[in-house]
């Protein structure tokens, strides 16, 4: 019995040592985490051209010979040094590259925010910005915010191209239309200018299982159609109503932007692929960002600027497990949206 309880009282020992280095080694990265983030919100700024350069050179290295390879870095070192030198005396036209990648909600809006108002307090009347943008869509508050923040940069007379690598439907081309240029990849996905809602009913399921819903308003119109309630026809021809209001609105915002569009024929809630989009002149140009980017970097420095918001760990893991829920949701609801354009 002593032996067993000795034993018992040695694996309880074990055990609790192991549990606190287990804690000691995740509070020891915890820190150094905390302490290599830093504790403000920043605004991150990266010279492309040259990231350009860094993906050339291992290649440079792999393909020409020793005394070749060698012979090129001195003349690019060369050229560096009086590009360097000339910038003093010449500054170089700069491009502002931004990146928006969308959801349902438009969540990337904020970061937008932030960073067009960096930009707008250096950036000169007639400087150059290019947004990569990937959205197709979702709410129309939070798109409308969107567009409005790529507004700011044509206000202040800056010129704006917008890149769609991939897609900018529906709220994504309602923040595409604002710029000047649009360039379009071969399948990229534009258009659907038209307005969706779906809203499930269980009204009748409720009633076969002797549920009741009661709904009480005031004002006629305070709720119309409801997922659990009888709709009755007012209800079907108010919503319907708002709706077509909306899509209204949408179509006006894009002839403002975009008065060349024949809107009988763009605004149906189609999509077009790249193409398609061009002679529709839902774009103006089709290639892709990376080439744009490419073609330009001779002549002008290429600043890729990033939003990044500081948030400590415990927020970070507290935001994960409460976020979950909602985020999962997101996906899907992005995936059915997303559905639809494929």
Same mark, same amino acid.
Request: net charge negative; aromatic share 8%.
């Given at each position: 019995m002593l032996d067993t309880l000795m034993e018992y009282g040695l694996f309880l020992a074990e055990a609790v040592t192991i549990v606190i280095a287990v804690g000691a080694i995740v509070l020891i990265i915890a820190a150094a985490l905390h302490k290599n983030q830093g504790g403000d919100d920043v605004i991150e700024v990266t010279r492309l051209n040259d990231r350009f350069d860094q993906l050339t050179l291992p290649l440079k290295m792999a393909a020409l010979p020793g005394k070749a390879f060698k012979a090129e870095r001195k003349a690019d070192k060369k050229v560096r040094k009086a590009d360097a030198k000339d910038a003093v005396e010449t500054p170089r036209s700069r491009i502002y590259v931004l990146d928006f990648k969308g959801d349902i909600r438009a969540s990337g809006a904020s970061s937008l925010r932030e960073e067009i108002s960096a930009i707008l307090g250096l950036a000169e009347a007639g400087e150059q910005v290019l947004v990569r943008l990937e959205n197709s869509g979702g709410t129309v508050h939070d798109h409308g915010l969107a567009a409005s923040q790529l507004a700011r940069l044509k206000e202040h007379g800056l010129k704006l191209t917008v890149a769609v690598d991939k897609v900018a439907a529906s709220g994504g081309y309602m923040m595409a239309c604002i710029a000047d240029h649009i360039l379009a990849a071969p399948f990229a996905v534009l258009g659907s200018i038209g307005v969706l809602a779906q809203v499930p009913n269980v009204h009748r399921l409720l009633e076969?299982?002797?549920?009741?819903?009661?709904?009480?308003?005031?004002?006629?119109?305070?709720?119309?159609?409801?997922?659990?309630?009888?709709?009755?026809?007012?209800?079907?021809?108010?919503?319907?109503?708002?709706?077509?209001?909306?899509?209204?609105?949408?179509?006006?915002?894009?002839?403002?932007?975009?008065?060349?569009? %024949? $809107?009988?024929? #763009?605004?149906?809630?189609? *999509?077009?692929?790249?193409?398609?989009?061009?002679? =529709?002149?839902?774009? @103006? +140009?089709?290639?892709?960002?990376?080439?744009?980017?490419?073609?330009?970097?001779?002549?002008? %420095? $290429?600043?890729? #600027?990033?939003?990044?918001? *500081?948030?400590?760990?415990?927020?970070?893991?507290? =935001?994960?497990?409460? @976020? +979950?829920?909602?985020?999962?949701?997101?996906?899907?609801?992005?995936?059915?949206?997303?559905?639809? $354009?494929?």
């Open positions: 076969g299982h002797g549920v009741d819903v009661e709904m009480f308003k005031g004002g006629a119109f305070k709720r119309t159609v409801t997922m659990l309630g009888e709709n009755t026809d007012a209800d079907r021809k108010k919503f319907q109503s708002e709706i077509d209001e909306i899509h209204h609105l949408f179509k006006q915002f894009v002839a403002q932007h975009r008065p060349q569009l %024949d $809107l009988e024929t #763009v605004a149906t809630g189609e *999509h077009w692929f790249g193409h398609d989009a061009l002679a =529709l002149q839902l774009c @103006d +140009t089709i290639g892709t960002s990376d080439d744009w980017l490419m073609a330009q970097r001779q002549d002008a %420095d $290429l600043l890729h #600027v990033r939003y990044r918001q *500081h948030e400590s760990l415990g927020k970070r893991f507290g =935001l994960a497990v409460s @976020d +979950t829920p909602s985020r999962a949701l997101d996906r899907v609801l992005q995936r059915l949206w997303e559905s639809r $354009l494929g």
